[in-house]
């Protein structure tokens, strides 16, 4: 059974450019979170997605971060006109259902911006 | 909004040896999750032990086990025999059981604890 997978592992942008990262949940999964961890310190709620809908958002900027996760294929994290305070390590995990307390984690996609 | 409080941002024991991490967090809800994730230097975060506070009985997991305290609010992570591979950060993370009525979603980690193992 394959976990969550996250693409890609890492990824390189220059100031002003798009970020876009891709996360497979566990097959079955419908529930996607994306968290943010900055170096030395914990990781950070962005968003919570459902197939099509998003639950809450309340973690994520209001500008130039948006998130999909569509009926078909990857929940996409995009980061429109990068800065460099956008480096970090972003994680994608995903549950079945909201009863779950369990996430499981992908191993992260690490941005770094020049 | 509930938080989690990890007060160890660094921790050493030797091999073979037990070492317990602190975690304190706050919450007025009654239902809800804790968890202690590790994260070695791979950046994968791996469950290490999960705890319902519901249940009374204190969580383990082979050489994992925690213990919790509900009235103060503490769920501590004690590793026994601790090996070289244990090596990693340790996060605290709690996550509301009432998601289905209306809880929050995400789960809440605190700042981790660096666990170093010594030969």
């Known amino acids: 059974n394959a976990g969550v997978m996250q693409n890609p592992r890492h990824l390189v942008r220059r100031r002003g450019q798009e970020a876009r990262l891709r996360c497979s949940p566990v097959?079955?999964?419908?529930?996607v979170y994306w968290y943010r961890q900055l170096p030395e310190e914990g990781l950070k709620f962005m968003v919570y997605l459902q197939k099509e809908n998003i639950i809450d958002e309340s973690g994520m900027p209001k500008e130039r971060f948006s998130a999909e996760f569509p009926k078909e294929g990857p929940s996409i994290l995009r980061i429109q006109q990068v800065v460099r305070g956008d480096s970090a390590a972003y994680f994608c995990a995903s549950s079945p259902n909201r009863n779950t307390g369990e996430l499981f984690f992908g191993e992260g996609s690490r941005l770094t911006v020049l | 909004a509930q938080t989690v409080t990890q007060s160890q941002p660094e921790m050493s024991v030797q091999e073979a040896e037990t070492v317990t991490l602190s975690c304190t967090y706050d919450?007025?809800?009654?239902?809800?999750?804790l968890f202690w994730y590790k994260q070695p230097p791979s950046r994968q975060m791996i469950l290490v032990i999960r705890?319902?506070?519901?249940?009374?009985q204190n969580a383990t997991e082979n050489r994992f086990s925690v213990n919790f305290q509900k009235a103060a609010k503490s769920f501590s992570l004690k590793i026994s025999d601790s090996q070289l591979g244990d090596a990693a950060m340790y996060f605290c993370a709690y996550r509301s059981a009432s998601a289905s009525q209306g809880g929050s979603e995400k789960l809440v980690f605190g700042k981790g604890t660096k666990l170093t193992v010594n030969p």
């Open positions: 919450t007025s809800e009654s239902d809800y999750y």
């Open positions: 705890q319902e506070a519901y249940k009374q």
């Open positions: 097959k079955g999964h419908s529930h």
